[in-house]
């Protein structure tokens, strides 16, 4: 259909958001409009100028036959700033302490718009990166895993603890867990994962990192590669770590004789601030 | 910032996007933009135009002090059609036959994309409805009771078959699966549902709907009410059902002698092709 700018600035916004990581040709925007690409062109200037001024995220345009415009979704500095500051907030509270040095976070993990905002940070970090895959572990870890790859546009594996009927043939492989020492069993569904694969592991909570650890056995298992490593919240003072090159929002510190809990921010913020800024990659 | 209805259009479309099921009063707009009322109502016109035209969803505008605009997200029946259609031809391979009457599908309820419409196609069909919260059972049903959260703008509350020390106190039932006629037990933790709360159930799979009927009574153990229920794949042999008044957006029969399976549309397409069109409702 023929549009106005007006409303070609409108449809391109909600397009263009809803196809992060993907090269869309400016022919398929000037023939859904029947407008021409000199046309398109301007629109999407519009939309490159808000979205980087607003830290929404990047417009990259692509020259030559291939070329088209990608929409790379990203997480300001400040509003990173933001979120963490909520997110520490709304966590620094002794009620959610558990048996185990472990965390209710239960409520907060179960706020899409939480764990979209956290998917969106995580996805910006590894924006420039190539991805193809989000691994995560059953149960907690399924959601932010969703919500990075719904940014990233891949697909998700989930690692499970038991193979399941519902799953076909499996490969498992056993690991220790690093803060119990005990042996588990982690599996994954032979036909899910492809060799020479890029997979970005994500979890909600990491201790001394043997789940993570056993993440990147079974990654390596599969003959893939492990991209990345992100982790929602790290226990501080459980050490020594059996991963390193991970990042985390927010590290946790428990004072258990004092039923207190600290929380910082992790490593991420250094990332994000010396992420370079959108208008300089252009 | 001051901005020219260029880049308004870009930015409001964006939060709106972001932000469903929320009433934003018109002055947040003017404020953040430095522009006038009636130009904001401008815009918006120009969204809700868009919106509706390109079956995105529903611009609402309420009136009076606590007045505002809301976006609903809204699947147009060609759109849910499309979607179906795909979903059906991808499904229907026999390869994707497991033991016991399953169906694999974790490869296409990996795919973020995917995982997004279906929760847009559900969030449709109760965009009228009051819901405080999705609930699914652990582990499948995750990634879609997320996705029709966020449509939505409530939480999940998720169902596990065991109680796990990082959720704290819990309420469990018993309930009898309907193939198996096993005893099972549903956990669910004991902060995480409020009394009165309308409760929409969403899955990925249902058979004779003994998973259905227990989360059922586990709302109802809680003081709280079904809003609805939703599956993304019933069984359609599997007789009796122990629920109704469910919405399925795929119907499996399997010919077992053969390995041959069929899928045909649930009766959700009956619920959307019966949706008042927005423009009537607005």
Chains 1, 2 share one sequence.
Request: proline share 4%.
């Amino acid at each position: 259909m023929k549009l106005r700018r007006s409303s070609r600035l409108v449809d391109m916004t909600g397009f263009l958001l809803q196809h992060p990581h993907q090269i869309i040709p400016l022919s398929y925007f000037s023939e859904r409009y029947e407008s021409a690409k000199s046309s398109i062109s301007e629109d999407l200037t519009i939309i490159k100028e808000n979205f980087e001024s607003q830290g929404v995220g990047k417009l990259q345009t692509l020259a030559g036959a291939a070329g088209g415009v990608s929409y790379l979704p990203c997480m300001s500095c400040s509003e990173a700033r933001i979120l963490l500051g909520d997110l520490k907030e709304q966590m620094t509270n002794p009620d959610r302490l558990l048996p185990g040095g472990y965390l209710y976070m239960t409520d907060i993990l179960g706020r899409p718009d939480v764990v979209n905002a956290i998917g969106r940070l995580i996805a910006s970090v590894y924006a420039e990166d190539k991805v193809d895959t989000i691994m995560t572990m059953e149960t907690k870890g399924i959601p932010l895993a969703y919500a990075v790859a719904s940014q990233c546009n891949v697909p998700v594996i989930v690692v499970r603890r038991s193979s399941k009927v519902t799953e076909g043939s499996t490969v498992s492989i056993n690991y220790i867990s690093g803060s119990s020492k005990r042996i588990q069993t982690m599996v994954l569904p032979r036909r899910s994962l492809k060799e020479r694969a890029h997979v970005l592991i994500v979890d909600d909570f990491m201790k001394a990192g043997g789940t993570m650890k056993g993440m990147m056995n079974l990654t390596k298992e599969f003959g893939a590669t492990v991209a990345g490593m992100a982790v929602f919240v790290e226990k501080k003072d459980e050490q020594p770590k059996l991963v390193d090159h991970y990042i985390s929002l927010l590290k946790l510190s428990i004072i258990e004789q004092e039923d207190r809990l600290f929380m910082e921010d992790g490593n991420v913020m250094e990332v994000v601030r010396n992420m370079k800024p959108p208008k300089e990659q252009a």
